[in-house]
T-cell receptor
Framework: GAVVSQHPSRVICKSGTSVKIECRSL??????MFWYRQFPKQSLMLMAT?????????EQGVEKDKFLINHASLTLSTLTVTSAHPEDSSFYIC??????????????FGDGTRLSIL | AQTVTQSQPEMSVQEAETVTLSCTYD???????LFWYKQPPSRQMILVIR??????QNATENRFSVNFQKAAKSFSLKISDSQLGDTAMYFC??????????????FGQGTTLQVKP
């Protein structure tokens, strides 16, 4: 149980293109999802917290107009990298927190998306 | 603000041996959760073990166990009988408890562990 599907797993596109990444909780509801960015051999950097039905909460230094987040249902959050440039190339990972009265629910992670901008 | 520190960027261990990965954290919270995640070369994040701060007993999951020292704010991971499949990057993570808990995880820098045959 608690499977998170992230799609696509790999994207290669030209500079200036907008890229959408989907994060789905397959067998549970997730009011809250998270988007991370990870550079090689480094830790996960939280970009934003995605809340179903409301605006995402962005971490300091993350451009909200550059990284658009939509969380329109309890099982789907999307991250759109607008007008992507080579410096946006990275590994992006989403996670979802299972909706539960228990507050110690861990995050369940997608398999990540490797984004390469040429 | 909470911080998590993993002071060992890289470690190696012989197959079947035991290795301990260090993690310290800083917080003013009294109730919180601590996690160890594993990220193998496939880059999938896998939950290894978790600990509730209000529990004194150290968590154990098969070959994985923790040494949780709340006063010292230390949360080390011990891997017994290391296997080649344990080769991965390991992240220590902190999560607040209570009404202020959004589920947000604070990650350490990670430790790359190589298990040698």
């Amino acid at each position: 149980g608690a499977v998170v599907s992230q799609h696509p797993s790999r994207v290669i596109c030209k500079s200036g293109t907008s890229v959408k990444i989907e994060c789905r909780s397959l067998d549970f509801q997730a009011t809250t999802m998270f988007w991370y960015r990870q550079f090689p051999k480094q830790s996960l950097m939280l970009m934003a917290t995605s809340n179903e039905g409301s605006k995402a909460t962005y971490e300091q230094g993350v451009e909200k107009d550059k990284f658009l987040i939509n969380h329109a249902s309890l099982t789907l959050s999307t991250l759109t990298v607008t007008s992507a440039h080579p410096e946006d190339s990275s590994f992006y990972i989403c996670s979802a927190k299972l909706d539960s009265a228990l507050r110690n629910q861990p995050q369940h992670f997608g398999d990540g998306t490797r984004l390469s901008i040429l | 603000a909470q911080t998590v520190t993993q002071s060992q960027p890289e470690m190696s261990v012989q197959e079947a041996e035991t290795v301990t990965l260090s993690c310290t954290y800083d917080t003013s919270e009294n109730n919180y959760y601590l996690f160890w995640y594993k990220q193998p070369p496939s880059r999938q994040m896998i939950l290894v073990i978790r600990q509730e701060a209000y529990k004194q007993q150290n968590a154990t999951e098969n070959r994985f166990s923790v040494n949780f020292q709340k006063a010292a704010k230390s949360f080390s991971l011990k891997i017994s009988d290391s296997q080649l499949g344990d080769t991965a990057m390991y992240f220590c993570a902190f999560m607040k408890h209570g009404s202020g808990n959004t589920g947000k995880l604070i990650f350490g820098q990670g430790t790359t562990l190589q298990v040698k045959p």
